[in-house]
């Protein structure tokens, strides 16, 4: 157990529709990561957070957003949802900002948009 | 444009044998580097991490090699175990900034 909770588990959906996933990081990591693992497909990194604020951005589409709250819980927002965003979403944290603090990754949301 | 590539999807070895998994990248800026090791129905793992300065770092059974002239980095497991089979993604990153992953290679240990 990475310490690291995600909801919802599994999340079936359809095309145009939005959905929020839930990201609750360590006791004590200040950053949260989010990244998506389509099929065949390495962990593409998404965004990051640290402390409440936006650090860093990658591959994340416009229909996609992030917060994360005060209480340093994140949710990753994706809305006009589209087949192929289909896929295992992750959240991971870290005590730090920079990717040399290890990531501790929760298990996953499977999402899967019909 | 995957910067960082695992070009075999899978792997099969003998318990007790040498598991050797590879990795590509083609940006030369990428200074840190990194395994994760992935179970299924969980997220992944640190296994072990390597910076640029260095050309080999071990940790027990688990050696990571790194040429950078080739831009090719490798996980050695001596010796293999059941245990050991996983899905095992490679990750880099240049000055801090975010990851790129690998697609990951599945290892299945023989008994």
């Known amino acids: 157990d990475s310490g690291v909770t995600q909801t919802p588990k599994h999340l079936i959906t359809a095309t145009g529709q939005r959905v929020t996933l839930r990201c609750s990081p360590r006791?004590?990591?200040?950053?949260v990561y989010w990244y998506q693992q389509s099929l065949d497909q390495g962990l593409q990194f998404l965004i990051q957070y640290y402390n409440g604020e936006e650090r860093a951005k990658g591959n994340i589409l416009e229909r996609f957003s992030a917060q994360q709250f005060p209480d340093l819980h994140s949710e990753l927002n994706l809305s006009s949802l589209e087949l192929g965003d289909s896929a295992l979403y992750f959240c991971?944290?870290?005590?730090?900002?920079?990717?040399?603090?290890?990531?501790?990754f929760g298990p996953g949301t499977r999402l899967t948009v019909l | 444009d995957q910067q960082v590539k695992q070009n075999s999807p899978s792997l099969s070895v003998q318990e007790g044998r040498i598991s050797i998994l590879n990795c590509d990248y083609t940006n030369s800026m990428f200074d840190y580097f990194l395994w994760y090791k992935k179970y299924p129905a969980e997220g992944p793992t640190f296994l072990i991490s390597?910076?640029?300065?260095?050309d080999k770092n071990e940790d027990g059974r688990f050696t990571v090699f790194l040429n950078k002239s080739a831009k090719h980095l490798s996980l050695h497991i001596v010796p293999s175990q059941p245990g050991d089979s996983a899905v095992y993604f490679c990750?880099?990153?240049?000055?801090?900034?975010?990851?790129?992953f690998g697609t990951g290679t599945s290892l299945t240990v023989i008994p």
């Open positions: 006791s004590g990591d200040l950053s």
């Open positions: 991971a944290s870290s005590v730090g900002a920079l990717v040399y603090n290890e990531q501790f």
């Open positions: 990750a880099a990153s240049a000055y801090g900034n975010q990851f790129y």
């Open positions: 390597i910076s640029s300065i260095k």
